[in-house]
């Protein structure tokens, strides 16, 4: 095991890096954007004066380098900061949103990952029959369209037409878990469809690809049941490129949906990343930024130990 | 009940009768679960659930018959060698071949099928489909069909030209990455793990915003995006084939990378560079639709599938299907596009059940 | 309860609007114009279903265009989230009134010297902050210098001309100016005046949310959304709810399903495609109400070819106004003539011809300007307002037929406001109503204006403007202003396609009187305070 704890180490090193580089493009991009913070505070109608006395007051009138390397002493002892428009803490500002995107990611994935594993192992099962087909045709057609085109139509028959469900997931404070639950199903739901059909159709590659391998016609030939040669002797040995696909898509759960915040007005970091972005508030823009990219680090080394894990030939190479 | 009901039904249970009889267990199978579960529409939702019913299956008929059609066509058209292959190709495969030969024909003769130019206004804001529009019109007037045709040129014209460009870059760096390895596979691995740790839509937000949105910019910015993803692949795919014996008896002989690269390794590794492409040139397409659902997407007044949903995407909530049409064109086209993968997926795999 | 609609009743508003009759009435009543136009078709349906307000409820409210980054700081206020919040949280001097008259807010009474140069004004002694202090004069000084001085206010070019504020006792402030100005009461309704308790340094405490307004802010979170319970100390009249939730809904089809479904019982903005859809439910109603909000689309005066004033008519004789309210405003809007006053404000003047499409007149004053054919740029974005860029693209094919070829360039919405406007000669623009025509003029079409954005400089223009700003004789004022605008209609460089209606509507659960003032939406933003539950 010393091998895959050096490894973690290893890649947790790269990961730290990659954010450095990462911190200084965005960091970039943001100085490059047209117009300035200042005028994106104060709106059409501030004047040339206004705007001076702002930047001042931000600190804007210092040069690009010297700002980044404040803000980089600041990050490395573990302070990013405050956002430069509303003066705010920026972890006080991020922190309940940060809660709220994971909340949904971990309801959507709760519902998304058994879901795929299971109806891709039963579509390799009944492979190339009506019901393959279908769940096929189905998947590529809920991946295929846009998420906010999904989520309209899951509010136009889920909520405005049958009531169903609350059009908008509003949060209180007081809300109990159920309710919780009940509010925030139409945003999972879509984002549930825009991930399963990904997920499905890898798992079922995957154990379709073991299918030609002579260990499984050896047990095939062994008389062994359809159904026991794919979850005992294919799905373990397909488990790698499946807990690949399922990191990639949990790190999508929780870095890219924007556009379902948007739509269902959820509170997310998506949302707040989008708005600090229109107003240049770069260390929020730069605090969002690395939490996705740590996510995904994060997200791509577990699956990658996972995999090792889970195949002997990988966990004692020769 | 009325005839229409009972001819239904026994139509059902005949044609189920008669499967049984010739012994065809999976039709019979298919046929008389499709009774029951009419049976059960029928009770719920009354005759409109089994007019619904019949129109899908005229629908799906319809289909078969032209990929059926259409794939006895190309087998008797297309030299001897692909049409070998074509006849094994599986209906779905056929019809995904249709599809993207009819999205073609549409985009390259758009000028010619479109009966109206495509900013045009001809008429009311939602006037209904008649003679004139096929389709009605959006909301400034123009022909909803003119728009959707020229829509298929630079829509499809712009992803495909983005995945293309990716599949270029990714493919190059990721097979340079493979063979030449050392520093250059460590720099170009690690830029890579940059790119795809930023959130695509943000990173395309930002530069959009930075560079402008012109037809140029969005490609190569688009590309830039995706390529990380074809760079690992190629470089997975790649470092397998890269140890295997005949490639050191290629290198022991002398050859030079770029032979490597094109006659040894290019050709074994093709068959999952082919089923990332289907699903990135679904990626790409979704992007760009949600770039336009931020207001960053092709410049108006050219059409483009992803921004007519978005302008039209309110009229839902009441029931208008206008938005539906554009949105229904991006999924065809995916689909199409990933029944053919699937089916080259299938022969390359040789996997042959 | 019965509620008749009257359907064709947007043609019916623009078209009076156009013609300005009611307006032109109410100007001659009292000194100005106000949106009687908007009260009495409004008053068409609702009054019958007019009721004495009654107490309680929660009025759920779905508010658009409002940013996670906004903050409570009234110099900061830009979007229509802080606006919003600040009419209920917040008072004001001057507040303006359902039927558009200028009203008492704090301030009870207010005079002038007869040159119109020092203001007194008097304020109620009733009002209390949510933390119970009184509202003194201190407060009103210092809340009115936040925006002056050294200070990075977007207001500070409202209250330049002011030289002094000064409390002379607990109740009364004066306030002196450096030249006349007959507008300044009205000034005092602009959002960014928000009245905010005093720091003992002659500073103000903006940041503890602390307000005298009707409503007071239990919890809420900028970009999400706000709880408020009814002000037991408040100075007004009204706030029949008992608690009030503002929702922030930024995307049109979140807030119109909100609506549908019941999850809100107000939504600040309807998206206009679907605005028809929306009428014929049962259990909505729909408020239209002509504002002085406009689009304009300045060119460059000084910069070929816009330099020619030929060219400049011709491009504002090439735009078919009607079929642009029709199809990018869906009627909800009132044509514009190419002079910056709106038939619902003050001093609207009513004889001045319109500019109608005419594209065989544009062709022959090309031909007399020698630019015939030309080839010209129109920069736009879709933030400007919903439709900008639809309008742009139909503006350039209305053009055609008068041989002008017109270029759409969208800019990306970033930066809209500081890189393409006022930069490139031919540019979209959405301007927010302002209270008085000369707030108007000398913010964008003074020579020497920051904002002049069409570069227009009209000696005649700039020499009325200073004249009339100290004129308190209103008869010989609006003589003044019919001379501007004419001269803006014929000379200008400014085409002004429409002034845009505030649409906005509500669960038929929710009354309100026949008048809705045209400063903001939803009742000069004030809804939570003026309206009740049936």
């Known amino acids: 095991m010393g091998d895959v704890a050096s490894l973690i180490l290893k890649r947790l090193a790269l990961g730290v890096v990659t954010l450095f580089v990462i911190s200084i493009l965005i960091f970039g991009a943001v100085e490059m954007l047209p117009g300035d913070i200042a005028q994106a ?147 999972a739901l879509t984002m549930v469809l825009v991930v399963m059909a990904h997920m499905m159709r890898m798992t079922r590659a995957a154990i379709i690809n073991l299918l030609a391998s002579p260990y499984i016609e050896m047990a095939r030939l062994k008389g062994v049941p359809s159904w026991k040669v794919i979850v005992f002797h294919a799905l373990p040995n397909a488990l790698a490129p499946i807990i690949n696909v399922v990191a990639l898509n949990l ?11 948007v739509v269902f007005v959820y509170p997310g970091v998506g949302q707040l990343l989008v708005d600090a972005v229109s107003k240049r508030d770069f260390p929020i823009v730069q605090a969002c930024c690395l939490i996705f990219a740590a996510t995904f680090i994060l997200l791509n080394l577990a699956a990658d130990v996972g995999s090792i894990l889970t195949n002997p030939r990988l966990r004692h190479p020769k | 009940m009325n005839y229409f009901v009972i001819g239904f039904y026994a139509l059902l249970i005949g044609s189920s009768c008669l499967a049984a009889y010739y012994q065809k267990r999976s039709l019979f199978l298919l046929l008389f679960t499709l009774t029951l579960v009419c049976f059960l529409m029928g009770i719920i939702g009354g005759q409109p659930a089994l007019w619904f019913v019949t129109v899908l299956a005229g629908i799906i008929a319809l289909a078969a018959g032209t990929s059926y059609a259409w794939r006895e066509f190309l087998v008797l058209t297309l030299p001897r060698d692909m049409s070998r292959a074509l006849k094994t190709a599986p209906l779905t495969a056929s019809f995904g071949l249709f599809v993207i030969f009819i999205y073609a024909v549409m985009g390259i003769f758009a000028p010619v099928i479109a009966p109206h130019g495509e900013a045009e206004v001809i008429s009311s804001a939602f006037a209904p489909a008649d003679a004139n529009m096929l389709l009605g019109a959006d909301q400034l007037g123009r022909d909803v069909f003119s728009r959707i045709v020229y829509g298929a040129r630079n829509t499809v014209g712009l992803a495909l030209a983005a995945t293309i460009l990716a599949f270029f870059i990714g493919a190059i760096a990721g097979l340079f990455a493979a063979v030449r390895k050392g520093w250059l596979d460590q720099i170009m691995g690690r830029g890579a793990d940059v790119i795809m740790s930023v959130p695509s839509l943000i990173f395309a937000l930002l530069m959009l915003s930075i560079f402008g949105t012109s037809m140029l910019v969005i490609v190569v910015i688009v590309a830039i995006i995706y390529s990380p993803r074809v760079y690992r692949l190629t470089r997975a795919v790649a470092g397998n084939v890269v140890v295997m014996d005949y490639i050191e008896a290629a290198s022991l002989r002398g050859e030079g990378t770029g032979y490597l690269i094109r006659k040894e390794i290019l050709p074994n590794s093709t068959a999952p560079l082919i089923a990332e492409f289907g699903l990135e040139f ?71 059940e | 309860m019965t509620n008749f609609k009257k359907p064709n009743l947007m043609d019916g508003l623009a078209a009076e609007a156009r013609e300005g009759r009611i307006s032109r009435r109410s100007f001659m009543q009292r000194s100005m114009a106000a949106g009687l136009t908007a009260s009495t078709a409004t008053g068409l349906w609702t009054g019958a279903a007019r009721a004495e307000p009654k107490r309680g409820g929660t009025f759920r409210w779905g508010i658009h265009d409002g940013n996670t980054s906004d903050t409570h700081d009234p110099g900061t206020y830009v979007t229509r989230q802080m606006i919003f919040l600040a009419h209920q949280y917040r008072s004001y001097l001057t507040m303006i009134n359902p039927d558009n008259s200028l009203g008492p807010d704090l301030a009870t009474e207010w005079s002038a010297t007869p040159d119109a140069a020092e203001w007194t004004f008097k304020i109620t002694d009733k009002a209390s902050f949510h933390s119970g202090r009184k509202v003194t004069a201190n407060d009103v000084v210092a809340s009115l210098n936040h ?90 009249e009204g706030a029949w709810f008992d608690k009030v939730q503002m929702l922030i809904l930024n995307d049109p089809n979140a807030r119109q399903t909100a609506l549908v479904t019941g999850d809100v019982d107000c939504v600040s903005l309807v998206e206009l495609k679907t605005l028809a859809l929306l009428q014929r439910r049962p259990d909505i109603e729909v408020d239209n109400v002509p504002s002085g909000a406009a689009i304009t689309m300045p060119m460059f005066c000084d910069t070929a070819p816009f330099d020619n004033v030929d060219v400049r008519t011709a491009l504002k004789l090439s735009m078919n106004r009607q079929e642009i309210i029709d199809k990018i405003a869906f009627g909800a809007a009132t044509m514009g003539n190419d002079f910056h006053i709106a038939p619902v404000q003050p001093f609207y003047p009513t004889d001045i011809p319109q500019h109608e499409y005419d594209p065989d007149k544009a062709k022959s004053l090309l031909k007399k300007a020698g630019a015939e054919g030309m080839s010209i740029s129109l920069h736009t974005a ?78 005649r223009f700039n020499e009325l403007l200073l004249q009339a700003k100290a004129e308190l004789d209103q008869n010989l004022r609006a003589e003044m202003y019919r001379e501007m605008s004419l001269l803006m209609h014929d000379d200008g460089g400014t085409i002004i396609p429409f002034f845009n209606n505030f649409v906005f509507a509500h669960s038929t659960k929710v009354q309100h009187n026949p008048d809705l003032a045209a400063s903001w939406a939803c009742d000069g933003a004030r809804a939570p305070s003026r309206w009740w539950f049936a």
């Open chain 1, 41 to 187: 505070v104060l709106g059409q109608s501030a004047t040339p004066e206004n705007l001076a006395a702002l930047r001042e007051q931000m600190g804007l009138d210092q040069p690009a380098i010297v700002r980044y390397f404040h803000w980089l002493t600041g990050a490395i002892s573990g302070d990013f900061g405050n956002s430069l428009v509303t003066g705010e803490r920026v972890s006080s500002t991020i922190g309940p949103r940060l809660l709220n995107t994971l909340f949904l990611a971990s309801y959507a994935a709760a519902i998304a990952v058994p879901l795929a594993i299971i109806l891709g192992i039963l579509v390799a099962l009944a492979r190339n029959s009506v019901f393959d087909r279908v769940a096929n045709i189905l998947a590529l057609t809920a991946i295929s369209s846009p998420e906010f085109f999904l989520g309209y139509v899951l509010i136009l028959y889920l909520s405005v037409k049958t009531g169903l469900f609350p059009a908008i997931s509003s949060l209180q404070g007081d809300m109990s878990f159920g309710d919780l639950l009940y509010r925030t199903f139409l945003p």
């Open chain 1, 251 to 261: 790190a999508y759960l929780i870095t890219g949906v924007v556009l379902v915040e």
């Open chain 2, 282 to 352: 679904c990626f790409v397409f979704l992007l760009i639709a949600g770039l336009s659902f931020l207001g960053l997407g092709i410049q108006p007044p050219t059409a483009d599938w992803g921004s007519m949903v978005r302008e039209n995407a309110t009229l839902i909530s009441f029931g208008d299907v206008t938005p539906l049409i554009p949105a229904g064109a991006i999924a065809l086209l995916t689909v199409a596009v990933n029944f053919v993968v699937d089916w080259m997926l299938f022969r390359a795999s040789g996997l042959k």
């Open chain 3, 147 to 236: 925006h002056r001085g050294e200070t990075s206010s977007a207001a500070k070019a409202l209250l330049t001309s002011v030289t002094d504020i000064t409390a002379k006792d607990d109740t009364t402030i004066v306030i002196t100016l450096d030249g006349g100005n007959a507008d300044l009461p009205w000034l005092m309704t602009d959002y960014h005046l928000a009245i905010c308790p005093a720091n003992d340094d002659g500073t103000i405490d903006w940041e503890s949310a602390d307000g005298c307004g009707p409503y007071k802010i239990d919890e809420g979170e900028f970009g999400v959304s706000w709880s408020l319970s009814r002000h037991d100390g408040w100075h007004g």
């Open chain 3, 382 to 459: 879709d933030s400007v307002f919903s439709g900008a860029v639809d309008m742009c693209v139909l503006y350039s094919e209305q053009a055609k037929a008068s041989g002008i070829n017109i270029d759409v360039v969208r800019e990306p919405n970033d930066g809209y406001y500081s890189d393409v406007w006022l930069k490139k000669p031919f540019t979209a623009v959405s301007w927010g109503a302002r209270p008085t025509p000369d707030v108007m003029f000398t913010l964008a079409y003074k020579s020497d204006a920051a904002w002049n954005e069409s570069h227009w400089q009209n000696e």
